[in-house]
């Protein structure tokens, strides 16, 4: 029964009081962040009127009530649903969105094992030795509430959002999927505690300079760098296609569909829509971290020295290492953001050739020449050859890719 009644205090406290409010803070930090970047204000007005209880000033306190605000005008707007929809499946999708990219925080480690009182566990609501299947499996499956959104409305706009989201999502699963098998051959383990844990001991993936004796890097940890590096590259831009955010949110393309698969939904609906997006953008961050930055690991030795930090029964490195984990977190939030109002978006043709042409072939070779490294590290030159040799071949596919889209589409023939 004490099992059952932590596992349900670790969902509660890691979906619903870390990665839920994590939520309204992106759509905050996104709204502001673009501000800056495009030199204009932002939300600095939503705030409590004291004036009307007598005071001088309203307190505004940097518009961050506004996403309080905007949660309450979904909730509070008429949830219309339109007669010529498929009434049950046109219900379905919105939950068959958002539910995946809650189930996913399952398996993700937020921090070290925790001790209170002298009793330890983990920072992890389900610790699967084949995480990050688990992720995969999970997470795929809200392709068919876009598309299931996109049929059910019964409408051409928001169709062809559905149909485009299944094309991109399934060729971008599969450059996913091959990106990181050089990851788990490196680490030899499917669990992500396991792999977070060897990382706080020798090094994170893409920064493996020290190891639990001190500071130093062998041959294989040197080399590897070539394909972690690689492999992180397309890791990270498949999530971007995969949560259709900037450069890759074709599925709702503003300007061509009015608005994507979610035209005809309206209130807590595209709320819901609008919510899958973002838990998903912070699941796919997490990931990124997890595997490539460490997770949870402070590195540089760190971890060992605060491992012993104690304070009235409660072990404070399971807290702090929660604390680098959510830094780590926001922080690739506001790279998502970033990279929204500063690369322009893709044409549909761009966007699969670069799945198909760059990123699969790329993923593919890489994979071979993780397991060269791994099997033959004395071939030292060989092997940095091959690397530098993919390296160029890639950066090549890519600008080759945006050439080739530069032309001018031919005209149909009658």
Same mark, same amino acid.
């Given at each position: 029964?004490?099992?059952?009644?932590i596992i349900?205090?670790?969902?509660?406290?890691?979906t619903?009081?870390?990665?839920?409010?994590?939520?309204?803070?992106?759509?905050?930090f996104?709204?502001?962040?673009?501000?800056?970047?495009?030199?204009?204000?932002?939300?600095?007005?939503?705030?409590?009127?004291?004036?009307?209880?007598?005071?001088?000033?309203?307190?505004?306190?940097?518009?961050?009530?506004?996403?309080?605000?905007?949660?309450?005008?979904?909730?509070?707007?008429?949830?219309?649903?339109?007669?010529?929809?498929?009434?049950?499946?046109?219900?379905?999708?919105?939950?068959?969105?958002?539910?995946?990219?809650?189930?996913?925080?399952c398996?993700?480690?937020?921090?070290?094992?925790?001790?209170?009182?002298?009793?330890?566990?983990?920072?992890?609501?389900?610790d699967?030795?084949?995480?990050?299947?688990?992720?995969?499996a999970?997470?795929?499956?809200?392709?068919?509430?876009?598309?299931?959104?996109?049929?059910?409305?019964?409408?051409?706009?928001?169709?062809?959002?559905?149909?485009?989201?299944?094309?991109?999502?399934?060729?971008?699963?599969?450059?996913?999927?091959?990106?990181?098998?050089?990851?788990?051959?490196?680490?030899?383990?499917?669990?992500?505690?396991?792999?977070?844990?060897?990382?706080?001991?020798?090094?994170?993936?893409?920064?493996?300079?020290?190891?639990?004796?001190?500071?130093?890097?062998?041959?294989?940890?040197?080399?590897f760098?070539?394909?972690?590096?690689?492999?992180?590259l397309?890791?990270?831009?498949?999530?971007?296609?995969?949560?259709?955010?900037?450069?890759?949110?074709?599925?709702?393309?503003?300007?061509?569909?009015?608005?994507?698969?979610?035209?005809?939904?309206?209130?807590?609906?595209?709320?819901?829509?609008?919510?899958?997006?973002?838990?998903?953008?912070?699941?796919?961050?997490?990931?990124?971290?997890?595997?490539?930055?460490?997770?949870?690991?402070?590195?540089?030795?760190?971890?060992?020295?605060?491992?012993?930090?104690?304070?009235?029964?409660?072990? &404070? =490195?399971?807290? @702090?290492?929660?604390?680098?984990?959510?830094?780590?977190? /926001?922080?690739? +939030?506001? *790279?998502?953001? %970033? $990279?929204?109002?500063?690369?322009?978006?893709?044409?549909?043709?761009?966007?699969?050739?670069?799945?198909?042409?760059?990123?699969f072939?790329?993923?593919?070779?890489?994979?071979? &020449? =993780?397991?060269? @490294?791994?099997?033959?590290?004395?071939?030292?030159?060989? /092997?940095?050859? +091959?690397? *530098?040799?993919? %390296? $160029?071949?890639?950066?090549?596919?890519?600008i080759?890719?945006?050439?080739?889209?530069?032309?001018?589409?031919?005209?149909?023939?009658?």
């Amino acid at each position: 029964m004490l099992d059952i009644l932590i596992i349900l205090l670790k969902i509660v406290v890691l979906t619903f009081m870390v990665v839920l409010p994590l939520v309204p803070v992106s759509v905050y930090f996104e709204r502001r962040f673009s501000a800056i970047i495009q030199d204009r204000v932002g939300p600095n007005r939503v705030g409590i009127p004291l004036t009307l209880l007598g005071f001088k000033k309203d307190f505004h306190l940097f518009g961050l009530i506004q996403p309080i605000a905007d949660g309450l005008k979904l909730f509070l707007k008429e949830d219309f649903t339109p007669d010529h929809v498929r009434k049950a499946f046109y219900w379905l999708a919105p939950a068959l969105t958002v539910i995946p990219a809650l189930i996913t925080v399952c398996v993700v480690p937020f921090g070290s094992p925790i001790t209170i009182f002298g009793h330890t566990e983990k920072l992890v609501i389900a610790d699967l030795d084949v995480g990050p299947l688990f992720v995969f499996a999970v997470a795929s499956l809200s392709v068919y509430g876009i598309t299931i959104a996109g049929w059910a409305s019964n409408s051409k706009f928001p169709f062809i959002g559905g149909v485009r989201s299944t094309a991109q999502m399934i060729s971008y699963e599969i450059a996913l999927g091959l990106s990181i098998i050089p990851v788990l051959m490196y680490f030899g383990d499917l669990n992500l505690s396991k792999i977070v844990q060897h990382q706080a001991d020798h090094g994170w993936l893409l920064l493996p300079i020290w190891d639990t004796d001190g500071f130093g890097i062998t041959l294989e940890k040197a080399l590897f760098w070539f394909p972690a590096a690689i492999a992180f590259l397309i890791f990270t831009v498949s999530i971007f296609a995969e949560t259709n955010r900037m450069p890759f949110d074709l599925p709702e393309c503003e300007t061509e569909l009015v608005g994507g698969y979610h035209t005809e939904y309206s209130s807590m609906k595209f709320a819901m829509f609008f919510m899958g997006e973002y838990a998903a953008m912070v699941i796919g961050s997490a990931m990124i971290i997890t595997l490539f930055l460490g997770g949870w690991s402070m590195g540089f030795t760190l971890d060992a020295k605060i491992a012993d930090w104690n304070l009235f029964g409660f072990g &404070l =490195a399971g807290f @702090i290492h929660l604390g680098v984990f959510m830094t780590k977190l /926001i922080g690739f +939030i506001l *790279f998502f953001i %970033l $990279v929204r109002w500063t690369v322009p978006r893709f044409r549909y043709d761009q966007l699969m050739k670069l799945g198909w042409v760059v990123f699969f072939e790329a993923a593919l070779i890489n994979v071979f &020449l =993780a397991a060269l @490294i791994l099997a033959a590290p004395q071939l030292a030159g060989t /092997i940095i050859t +091959i690397g *530098f040799i993919l %390296l $160029v071949v890639l950066t090549l596919s890519v600008i080759w890719v945006a050439k080739v889209s530069e032309e001018k589409p031919k005209p149909l023939r009658a």
